[in-house]
């Protein structure tokens, strides 16, 4: 659909008490949905403080000549523990954004509102959504087709014909398998257009109408993916959409096959130009704790072992739920931001660059960042003329002339990152 979100992101901003969905449960089942709730958040707050002085000590390796006892620099530090801390907080966490679309997106989302994996508070958000509609407009009921029922949706359908297929051990003969194919990646260049450069060459010829004497394949790369040659790439905003020239990198792709928490695959969908196939979260759920573990936290083993027995106590914790007869689709509600999701995604050069653009920056949320520099280092090996072109803001704007050549003023990272290789990038915070 097409959509624009604003939204507040949980990174560096504090998450309070009782900002959560409560599902419709009853007696026993909503205490022990409370009491779930109370922990991770008291978790959320203790991990925060554990995490302080690893990071502290970091920002002042970083910044050695900034007092972090200073409010300002206390906040920043506070912060980056914050983004790490909220692993463990719940999906249940409210999130606050402006939703803007089309009338035609709104009546897509009321067709199919039902559909996994959380179809009553779908339901309940959309039909809002589209009462408001109706109080400005009566007439869009005319055109307004009723939901279709969860049961006649295809991955209902499948799951309820082959129910015996899809038990623990067939969820974990999956994970398993995916796993193992992923040879240990974040997120693993599955395939990709057997003629990538070559077709990126003939496209930049075409657009300015020249032959492959006055401009080869290298030349024609450089010229729309060098920000040296196309300047265009050193601009604070994205202006690749509408240039003549860079549209030439709709046409290379490259297919990911990625295992990212639930935390970090949030920051992915923010990039709706590089689709992907997410997952029914049930279908993936497994009754053993599957989950993401941050490289902050596993710089101290107290501190790990803290955020290994949350896990423990929230799995049980869904363990119980569901022994009570609670819906999956309630009981899900509790999965931490950790939980682990796997998917395939999908982008053409275009959007792929920008989004890498983006996230290569050290100051990109940690998990995310890594599967980027995963990303491009691959895409390196396969095409190596491209992939040298993949580059945070700072290194596309030093090749662009750009100055100052970090965009991100007092938000600089504290690291040189245009000097360095791509096989150099390294980071804690």
Known sequence: PFYNSEQVSQRYVEVAPGNFAIPPLRGESLTLYLETLEFQMEAYRRLAEMLFPIVESEYRRLFPYRRTTEKKYRAVIQKR????ARYVLPVATFA?????????????YHRLCQ???APHEQRLVIERMVGEVLRWDPLYARILEDPIPLEETPEFAFFTAHFEALGWEGRRAFREEFDRSLDGHVSKLVDY????????????RQVLGVSRSVLDDGAAIALVLDPARN?????????TMLSKLSRALYHPSYTFRKKLSHAADSQDQRHRLTPASRPC???QFSPEPDFITPELIRCEEKIERFYLDVMERIWSAIARLRTRGV????????LPNAVAIRYTESADLLNLRHKHAMRLCYLAQEEIWRASVDEAQQIREVNPTIGKYLLPPCALRKLAGTRPTCPEGERFCGVPVWRLDLSEYQRLI
């Open 81 to 84: 523990c914050l983004e790490v």
């Open 96 to 108: 606050y954004l402006y939703h803007t679309i089309s009338a035609i997106t709104l009546l897509r």
């Open 115 to 117: 559909q996994l994996d």
């Open 193 to 204: 257009k057997l003629n990538n450069e070559a077709t990126l060459a003939d496209a930049v």
């Open 231 to 239: 300047r265009l790439l050193g601009e604070s905003l994205n202006l």
């Open 281 to 283: 979260l049930t279908a």
């Open 327 to 334: 819906r999956d689709e309630y009981a899900m509600y509790v």
